[in-house]
């Protein structure tokens, strides 16, 4: 076996089933675009290789973690280009995740395996559609372009990974401004409601500790990996993204499995939509209201 030190690039599309359940043969040709006409040109411009592809999912190799993170960088912002031009619903946002580590090369085919990309792989799960993920070890490697910056993400218990793997973000400068918590309305936010069946649920949020997270607060069913948990099998393991612009209080899915909506519209993966008072937020089959406390 041959193995060598190589900076991984996995990435995956967000809601990728859904797209192809509403329109399967548009959501192919889309996907097929983005592979040849934006993956293969960045990937090869940052001198890495497209080891292959899987469905939804794309491999690439690089020399460098400085190279692997400007290539995925370059391709989310081409992917944003090539956005433009579609319908919400059709919008391809792919997580990206970046992991600097051994792998195993097949010498037939020049395939590559072992911890290193499954860690890769890992990371990508916890990336924001239309966002790149990295461990530790890439970024501590790794200058960024000055329009951009890391985001610590914490540490994060991975699917069949042992230890925990410390996370960041990877976010243009713009929207990591911590807006100051002076300009907060000093209120208390209690979102609670039930699902079909009854069960209620409620969670409390302080504006002043919303504005003290710039990357927001993520509100799922898992514990470990959410700030606001909503534990109902319908909510995602990590289902939207409360944040602060501004005053402005806003909710992004994060490529739920059953969907985010505010008074009954929907909010497509990576899309923010406006909350105030009395509004109705629904996550997957529970739907919370808006009150302040």
């Not at 514990?223 to 909710?251: D, F, I, K, N, Y």
Request: net charge neutral; glycine share 10%.
């Amino acid at each position: 076996m041959q193995r060598r030190l190589a900076a991984i690039v996995h990435a995956d599309l967000a809601g990728f089933t859904r797209m192809m359940e509403g329109a399967e043969s548009r959501t192919f040709r889309h996907l097929k675009t983005a592979q040849i006409d934006i993956w293969r040109p960045a990937i090869e411009a940052g001198g890495g290789r497209l080891v292959g592809t899987a469905g939804d999912a794309m491999l690439a190799e690089f020399k460098s973690a400085v190279a692997a993170v400007g290539a995925a960088i370059d391709i989310q912002e081409r992917m944003a280009r090539f956005n433009e031009s579609l319908d919400d619903s059709q919008r391809m946002l792919f997580r990206i995740g970046v992991h600097l580590g051994e792998v195993i090369v097949d010498e037939e085919d020049e395939n590559i395996f072992g911890d290193g990309v499954n860690l890769a792989a890992r990371i990508q799960g916890v990336a924001e559609p239309g966002g790149i993920a990295v461990s530790r070890a890439v970024r501590d490697m790794t200058e960024l372009r000055i329009d951009y910056a890391f985001i610590d993400g914490g540490e994060h218990r991975l699917k069949n990974v042992s230890r925990p793997m410390h996370v960041f973000h990877v976010r243009q400068a713009a929207r990591t401004s911590t807006p100051t918590a002076q300009s907060m309305p000093p209120a208390r936010l209690r979102f609670q409601g039930a699902d079909s069946s009854g069960v209620t649920y409620e969670f409390e949020l302080s504006l002043d500790r919303l504005a003290a997270a710039p990357g927001g607060l993520v509100i799922g069913r898992a514990a470990g990996q959410c700030e606001l948990v909503v534990s109902h099998a319908t909510v995602s393991r990590r289902h939207a993204r409360l944040v602060l612009a501004g005053e402005a209080l806003q909710v992004e899915d994060l490529g739920s499995t059953n969907g985010t909506s505010v008074n009954d519209k929907a909010a497509p993966a990576g899309t923010r939509l406006a909350l105030r008072l009395g509004d109705r937020l629904r996550l997957g089959d529970v739907t919370l209201s808006i009150r302040q406390v």
